[in-house]
């Protein structure tokens, strides 16, 4: 049933790309859900490559094979932005913790946190 893989295709290209989306363009409020949403768009973005390419279908002893490889290419780069985006978002939100913990300080104790 090459129709099965096609959508199956389709919707993991499709919600890898909206989930992408979401998180690349319109930065979320804090940096741990940064993190967390790059890092749950990299399986995504596997399951879009891997059904991007040598999806096969059998009909009368004709194998028809279904494959993309511009669009596997895509997935993986997209899947390598979103490690990326994790490494960011986890550099971002140690900072963020890090100034949060340096105002909290005593002023005896204090260094000058960002200048």
């Given at each position: ?30 940096r741990w859900r940064y ?52 490494i960011l978002g986890l ?25």
């Amino acid at each position: 049933m090459p129709e099965t893989n096609l959508l199956m295709h389709l919707a993991a290209f499709g919600g890898a790309l909206w989930w992408t989306s979401k998180w690349l363009i319109a930065r979320p409020a804090s940096r741990w859900r940064y993190l967390l949403a790059s890092l749950v768009s990299v399986p995504l973005w596997i399951v879009a490559r891997y059904t991007a390419t040598r999806a096969g279908a059998g009909s009368s002893g004709v194998v028809i094979i279904y494959e993309s490889l511009p669009i596997a290419y895509f997935a993986f780069l997209m899947a390598f932005i979103s490690v990326v985006g994790a490494i960011l978002g986890l550099y971002l939100w140690t900072e963020e913790e890090a100034s949060d913990a340096a105002e909290e300080l005593p002023d005896g104790v204090r260094t000058n946190w960002g200048d």
